[in-house]
């Protein structure tokens, strides 16, 4: 299984930009990384997927550098909404198999 | 949000006694996930299933089994519960694109198990 490494807390204040990073190793040239968002007693919500260099969308961007060792969310102007565990997701595939790896999550709060 | 609900959501029962949670999804998705939830571990790959009657163990699946009859349906069973699987299960289901390793998975809004 690929091994997969955050910080666990992180403080911002509002109107910051937030950037999360989570170290990965043993991922292949096509495997994705997914970052999920979930607020306490809700399932985890999908924010942002991608496999190189960065991807953008209407609420987070994400960095994979060359090495594809590491890959950073960044969430611009966060606000205190945005308070919630931050999980980056490794999913390696081979045809129908499936192997997924969780990071264990980043408690995002952010400060008025 | 996608259609995947969960029953129970919540269920307390007693060591040794067979326990039987259900996915339910309305998305016609190919892919189906059970995940166990617990402080300290995040989320952990139990079983998964990749079509009707096709399904393969995750990381954390002894003591559990799975079952998919239907497109729509994914039953979790602890065969004899215990202690240890006292956790929160979430169900999760995803379309893999084609031609690509991306697959977003939606996920229910779990179940709150306690082994007594």
């Known amino acids: 299984l690929a091994k997969t490494t955050q910080p666990i807390s992180m403080d911002s204040y509002e109107g910051q930009e937030v950037n999360i990073t989570c170290s990965h190793n043993n991922i292949a040239t096509n495997d994705y990384i997914t970052w999920y968002q979930q607020f306490p007693s809700q399932g985890p919500r999908f924010i942002i997927q991608?496999?190189?260099t960065k991807v953008t969308n209407e609420v987070a961007s994400l960095f994979i550098p060359a090495d594809r060792k590491s890959s950073t969310l960044s969430l611009p102007r966060v606000s205190l909404s945005d308070t919630a565990v931050y999980y980056c997701?490794?999913?390696?595939?081979?045809?129908?198999?499936?192997?997924?790896?969780f990071g264990s999550g980043t408690q995002l709060t952010v400060l008025p | 949000d996608a259609g995947i609900t969960q029953s129970p959501r919540h269920k307390v029962t007693e060591t040794g006694t067979p326990v039987t949670l259900r996915c339910h999804q309305t998305?016609?998705?190919?892919?189906m996930y059970w995940y166990r939830q617990d402080p300290g571990h995040g989320l952990r790959l139990i079983h998964y299933s990749y079509g009707v009657k096709d399904t393969d163990k995750g990381e954390v699946s002894d003591g559990y089994s799975v079952s998919r009859s239907k497109t729509e349906d994914f039953l979790l069973t602890l065969e004899s519960a215990t202690s240890s699987q006292t956790s929160v299960y979430f169900c999760?289901?995803?379309?893999?694109?084609?031609?690509?390793?991306?697959?977003?998975?939606?996920f229910g809004p779990g179940t709150r198990l306690t082994v007594l």
């Open positions: 991608g496999y190189k």
């Open positions: 998305e016609n998705h190919r892919y």
């Open positions: 999760a289901i995803s379309e893999p694109l084609l031609l690509a390793n991306a697959d977003t998975q939606y």
């Open positions: 997701l490794v999913l390696i595939s081979s045809g129908s198999a499936r192997q997924l790896t």
